[in-house]
């Protein structure tokens, strides 16, 4: 499984990590053969030694020297700045410059997928910490937001010093388009598998309210980024996750007519689950993921076929424009979107007539083998313990009236699927909540399970229904209640 471990930093004045940092960052800096520095101020080459060589002394004298550092500038040639990329422990986005010359830097040296894929620790500062949001803006240059890494959904202002009262105008400027965190120097966003820790102070601004960041509002932001965690097992994501029923779909088509000239949207395909059916039909296929490598993911199976398109980006978040569609349809995601947003935002993009349908896969093993069941439910009891909890489970998939749309129609079918044990355990490993069980526990719990199916004869038999709910929105006015 790809280990993701994301550090947001605003500055070190003092040129030194503070104890917290230095705690976390030990204990998560178990490799340190190389880290690379990729500069903010690609022209300024001895600046950039200067810099590259202090921040590695600044590890080295916390007790964690990498054996060796490099830097990424102009003077990097493409195909080394890739393998640098590739190689490396640790990468760090530097600050001092501006941050649009560090995405260009990025892209001219052609390392863009190799950063956003590697397994490296990824950590910024200042400029660095704005890029490896999805949204940010550089105010030094311009109040206009652009595309940042998408490591995160984390937009930050950093320096903040209430005493910089320049500053502190253009962090409020920021915050009446979206919600951004102002990190005073010293402070830290520790991302790793969905959970968040910080460090410092940091405050929460939102249409020019400056407050101090909550630990509920963390818990927030951890569910933001918890929607993230598939996004780090693309290929076992792809092979193991439940794909839906012929039926389903036949009967989907059937009552939608979709077909060549109609233009359908799929809200978070995944690595394409419920996607291959609606694609045949011959219609205009378009897809909104939030994930970079599962998005890849879907671009390598389906990009040459001319009626794909798909963007990688936040359904929540992304304009639209004048697009409209004749149906939109989502698979086990739409829970992921708070209620209101998912099915006014649906509807807005929905012609007159159109479409909305939500499938998910409600699955149960109990009736083939009461034992291993017992077995399984034990190992739960004593190793369920996720950092972050499932709270996707109370979308009310019956509600679309309430927000305009016509009676909601459910549909159920049927299914059934088979595991040996390793298959089963790779299986589990694809469920968000599981995810996010920490180790030993994690390890402890697949081992737990991966012996239980073994003992019953290496054989699990899971009965699915595929439940499927349909609603329009009305052809004219809004439907209601």
Known sequence: MRKEFLAVFSGFPEHH????????????????????????????????DRDADGMHEMFAEQGLPFEEHGVIDKRTAPEMAKKLVENADCIFLMGGGACEEQLELIREKGCYDALTSCHAAIFGVSAGSMNMARKTVDFFESMEAFDGLGLTNITVSCHHDPKDTWRFEQTLRMSEDRTVYAMEDMSAFFIKEGRIDVVGTIFRVKDREFRLLTEEEVKELEQDEFRRVFDMIPDQFDKYRPRYSEELFAYLIAETGIGPGKRVLEIGPGTGQATEPVLRTGCEYHAIELGEHLCCKMKEKYGKLPNFHIVNDDFITHDFGNEKFDMIYSAATIQWIPEDVAFTKTFELLKPGGTLAMMLTSAEYRSDDEALYEKIQTLYDRYYKPDIPYKQGGFRYGAAPEYGYAEVERREFKGQRMFTADEYVAFTGTHSDHIVIPEPLRTEFFEGLRSAVLDAGDRIVFHDTYVLYLTKRPVRGRAGR
Do not use: D, G
């Open 17 to 48: 990590f503070s104890a917290e940092i230095t705690e976390r960052l030990r204990a998560e800096l178990t490799e340190r053969r190389s880290i690379v520095f990729i500069t903010a101020c690609p022209l300024e080459y001895e600046q950039n």
